[in-house]
């Protein structure tokens, strides 16, 4: 058999008319196949899925790869022919879902006929169709289409506000005592005598953890809670109102409802129900421990009477350094970029017994290292790693899909998109980093499927985030961290230091709990019934749900880009950390490289991709049904 081949990716200067050409094949392709399929769709039940998983296939290699380039190219001019070409192969995939000849095809194939995973493939499918419409009439089915067209422009819009709406603080040199010497060195003052600091991670959360002045600290606040304000506070409007005329016209009473029918959680007010749960455990310890930065507050402003955001980074890395004996700016001397990502790739290598060899590939930027992933000696993916801040790429952290795995076609590849320092890393840095790594992990594991349905990171959405959320586990251990944590010296981060920066992470679980509750309900509540002041329900549920206050005049829901990508779903972060809890319980802390429990993980868990409900891979993992115990046993710690 001929060894599977990944795609080729174009040079700087053809990298447009590829994008272009990528965009229109897909779709040309597509459509000549849909309309084989209606011609003349096959006779038996099998081939019918078969050509189905073509259709779909044509469509996920082009949305993939126009998806990745119109979020990270370096040319505006890319990105905006790729949104383009994104916008023509999502109108087509709506058409497509509510195209009736097409349902009554897969309707018509007999399920007894199939083995159980492409049952399962028919039933998802013929699901899909429902949701799209194709069970409306002409009419609604038109106005379906409208808003899909709709919603994705205003989606990218939203998307392309906060990437390319970088701000940034001028201050004094001075007003930035307290930063570590090699930021400061990257930040030399301009002509003017000023230093420019911008919003993007690897300058303000820095800034925000040790810069001693509080006038500086609340300035980049200010800055980052504004960033795409005003314009995306619009643009958000916009989107919420169609999605909730999108989901009333498919018979759903909210966007909410219409989406967590998918998911783990099944319903909207479900996810009500989970984050007061989460709210009402965490509210002891966020409580315990907000009092605790208050009374370090104090010591510098004897007349506060609360803190808020300004101040909750800065005197929460106080607090461990004077209380834990953890100091942030000597932890960060032992995570130098290079090591951090080649210790990485040989952890994750040894967890999952599989290989990384760099590859001189064409990538679209010169930053973006390749790999091919290996197990046994075969390919079985390849990797790109874009990991610097530079203008006009995604602003956050985030797993992309470069190609699905189908198994015997075609290899997975996968894009991780960070923003990180070149140099020194927080060790929260390190820990994020091992986590959307487990994100690229799963969707090449799990990229070894005959369904392009069901490959790759293919599960319920509120379980995504739970095989990364796990993986983080590994960035805290001693003895993972002592194979690559090293100093300039060539010293190994100390185990008691380990041991003290575990202690000082849990100071502050509580808060950060709440906090992320506020984050929650205000993903379900905007998509839940319209408001004309979208800032007027950022304070509300602040005030409700976090234990700190908002900060007058910013506007935190213009730059939260999850309100879009997870629109009413980001409480999935928190229900997965609940099973990622629970599926870590499996592991003996002592022994985290244990081939058995490890290898049984990795083909129980993410080999699967979607081929079965993720309650159901985790109990195969675990051999009972996940629980909330460990979650809640870890919280009262």
């Given at each position: 058999?001929?060894?599977?081949?990944?795609?080729?990716?174009?040079?700087?200067?053809?990298?447009?008319?590829?994008v272009?050409?990528?965009?229109?094949?897909?779709?040309?392709?597509?459509?000549?196949?849909?309309?084989?399929?209606?011609?003349?769709?096959?006779?038996?039940?099998v081939?019918?899925?078969?050509?189905?998983?073509?259709?779909q296939?044509?469509?996920?290699?082009a949305?993939?790869?126009?998806?990745?380039?119109?979020?990270v190219?370096?040319?505006?001019?890319?990105?905006?022919?790729?949104?383009?070409?994104?916008?023509?192969?999502?109108?087509?995939?709506?058409?497509?879902?509510?195209?009736?000849?097409?349902?009554?095809?897969?309707?018509g194939?007999d399920?007894?006929?199939?083995?159980?995973?492409?049952?399962?493939?028919?039933?998802?499918?013929?699901?899909?169709?429902?949701?799209?419409?194709?069970?409306?009439?002409?009419?609604?089915?038109?106005?379906?289409?409208?808003?899909?067209?709709?919603?994705?422009?205003?989606?990218?819009?939203?998307?392309?506000?906060?990437?390319?709406?970088?701000?940034q603080?001028?201050?004094?040199?001075?007003?930035?005592?307290?930063?570590?010497?090699?930021?400061?060195?990257?930040?030399?003052?301009?002509?003017?005598?000023?230093?420019?600091?911008?919003?993007?991670?690897?300058?303000?959360?820095?800034?925000?953890?040790?810069?001693?002045?509080?006038?500086?600290?609340?300035?980049?606040s200010?800055?980052?809670?504004?960033v795409?304000?005003?314009?995306?506070?619009?643009?958000?409007?916009?989107?919420?109102g169609?999605?909730?005329?999108?989901?009333?016209?498919?018979?759903?009473?909210?966007?909410?409802?219409?989406?967590?029918?998918?998911?783990?959680?099944?319903?909207?007010?479900?996810?009500?129900e989970?984050?007061?749960k989460i709210?009402?455990?965490?509210?002891?310890?966020?409580?315990?421990?907000?009092?605790?930065?208050?009374?370090?507050?104090?010591?510098?402003?004897?007349?506060?009477?609360?803190?808020?955001s300004?101040?909750?980074?800065?005197?929460?890395?106080?607090?461990?350094?004077?209380?834990?004996?953890?100091?942030?700016?000597?932890?960060?001397?032992?995570?130098?970029?290079?090591?951090v990502?080649?210790?990485?790739?040989?952890?994750?290598?040894?967890?999952?017994?599989?290989?990384?060899?760099p590859?001189?590939?064409?990538?679209?930027?010169?930053?973006?290292?390749?790999?091919?992933?290996?197990?046994?000696?075969?390919?079985?993916?390849?990797?790109?790693?874009?990991?610097?801040?530079?203008?006009?790429?995604?602003?956050?952290?985030?797993?992309?899909?470069?190609?699905?795995?189908?198994?015997g076609?075609?290899?997975?590849?996968?894009?991780l998109?960070?923003?990180?320092?070149?140099?020194?890393?927080?060790?929260?840095?390190?820990?994020?980093?091992?986590?959307?790594?487990?994100?690229?992990?799963?969707h090449?594991?799990g990229?070894?499927?005959?369904?392009?349905?069901?490959?790759?990171?293919?599960?319920?959405?509120?379980?995504?985030?739970?095989?990364?959320?796990?993986?983080?586990?590994?960035?805290?251990?001693?003895?993972?961290?002592?194979?690559?944590?090293?100093?300039e010296?060539?010293e190994?981060i100390?185990?008691?230091?380990?041991?003290?920066?575990?202690?000082?992470?849990?100071?502050?679980?509580g808060?950060?709990?709440?906090?992320?509750?506020?984050?929650?309900?205000?993903?379900?509540g905007?998509?839940?019934?319209?408001?004309?002041?979208?800032?007027?329900?950022?304070?509300?549920?602040?005030?409700?749900?976090?234990?700190?206050?908002?900060?007058?005049?910013?506007?935190?829901?213009?730059?939260?880009?999850?309100?879009?990508g997870?629109?009413?779903?980001?409480?999935?972060?928190?229900?997965?950390?609940?099973?990622?809890?629970?599926?870590?319980?499996?592991?003996?802390?002592?022994?985290?490289?244990?081939?058995?429990?490890?290898?049984?993980?990795?083909?129980?868990?993410?080999?699967p991709?979607?081929?079965?409900?993720?309650?159901?891979?985790?109990?195969?993992?675990?051999?009972?049904?996940?629980?909330?115990?460990?979650?809640a046993?870890?919280?009262a710690?």
């Amino acid at each position: 058999m001929t060894e599977l081949q990944p795609q080729a990716l174009p040079t700087a200067e053809d990298a447009e008319d590829w994008v272009r050409a990528v965009g229109d094949g897909g779709l040309t392709s597509a459509r000549s196949l849909v309309e084989a399929f209606k011609a003349q769709p096959p006779a038996e039940p099998v081939a019918v899925l078969q050509a189905w998983n073509d259709i779909q296939l044509a469509l996920g290699n082009a949305a993939s790869v126009v998806g990745v380039y119109s979020e990270v190219h370096p040319s505006a001019t890319v990105r905006e022919a790729a949104e383009a070409a994104m916008q023509e192969l999502d109108a087509f995939a709506t058409e497509l879902g509510m195209d009736v000849r097409v349902f009554e095809i897969i309707d018509g194939v007999d399920a007894d006929a199939l083995d159980e995973d492409a049952r399962r493939l028919r039933d998802h499918a013929l699901r899909d169709f429902r949701r799209s419409g194709v069970d409306r009439d002409d009419a609604t089915r038109a106005r379906l289409a409208e808003l899909a067209e709709l919603e994705l422009k205003a989606s990218q819009e939203h998307s392309k506000n906060i990437r390319e709406g970088v701000r940034q603080i001028r201050v004094q040199p001075e007003a930035l005592a307290g930063l570590p010497q090699d930021w400061l060195d990257a930040h030399p003052a301009e002509a003017d005598g000023l230093v420019a600091v911008t919003t993007d991670y690897p300058d303000s959360i820095p800034l925000m953890t040790f810069a001693q002045d509080p006038q500086t600290r609340r300035a980049m606040s200010m800055e980052r809670l504004n960033v795409a304000w005003p314009a995306n506070d619009a643009v958000l409007q916009r989107l919420l109102g169609l999605r909730a005329e999108h989901a009333q016209l498919l018979g759903y009473p909210t966007w909410a409802d219409y989406d967590a029918e998918v998911k783990m959680i099944g319903n909207a007010s479900a996810i009500g129900e989970f984050i007061d749960k989460i709210t009402d455990a965490a509210t002891d310890s966020a409580l315990r421990d907000k009092e605790v930065l208050l009374r370090r507050l104090q010591q510098d402003q004897p007349d506060a009477t609360d803190i808020g955001s300004p101040d909750v980074t800065y005197y929460s890395e106080l607090v461990r350094k004077e209380d834990y004996a953890v100091d942030a700016q000597q932890v960060r001397t032992y995570f130098s970029f290079p090591k951090v990502r080649q210790g990485l790739l040989d952890v994750t290598g040894r967890l999952f017994g599989i290989g990384f060899t760099p590859v001189d590939a064409q990538t679209w930027d010169e930053d973006v290292a390749a790999y091919d992933v290996t197990r046994d000696g075969q390919r079985i993916g390849r990797i790109y790693l874009d990991l610097h801040p530079r203008d006009g790429k995604f602003k956050h952290a985030a797993q992309f899909d470069l190609r699905p795995g189908v198994r015997g076609r075609q290899l997975p590849e996968g894009v991780l998109v960070c923003n990180f320092s070149r140099g020194l890393m927080e060790h929260d840095d390190v820990v994020t980093l091992f986590h959307e790594f487990g994100h690229l992990i799963h969707h090449v594991l799990g990229g070894d499927q005959d369904w392009v349905r069901f490959s790759g990171v293919a599960t319920e959405w509120d379980f995504v985030e739970a095989p990364s959320q796990m993986l983080e586990e590994w960035a805290w251990d001693a003895d993972v961290l002592a194979t690559f944590a090293t100093n300039e010296a060539g010293e190994t981060i100390p185990a008691d230091l380990v041991e003290r920066m575990r202690k000082a992470d849990d100071f502050g679980k509580g808060f950060q709990a709440r906090t992320q509750m506020f984050y929650a309900a205000l993903s379900l509540g905007l998509y839940l019934r319209p408001y004309d002041d979208l800032t007027a329900v950022v304070r509300e549920l602040q005030a409700k749900y976090s234990v700190f206050p908002y900060l007058p005049d910013t506007h935190f829901h213009c730059a939260f880009g999850h309100l879009d990508g997870y629109s009413s779903g980001y409480y999935t972060y928190m229900w997965s950390l609940v099973i990622a809890k629970d599926m870590f319980s499996a592991f003996d802390r002592e022994r985290l490289f244990d081939a058995e429990v490890a290898g049984r993980y990795r083909d129980r868990v993410l080999v699967p991709g979607g081929r079965k409900d993720a309650a159901d891979l985790v109990a195969d993992f675990l051999g009972r049904p996940y629980t909330f115990d460990a979650y809640a046993s870890w919280l009262a710690e």
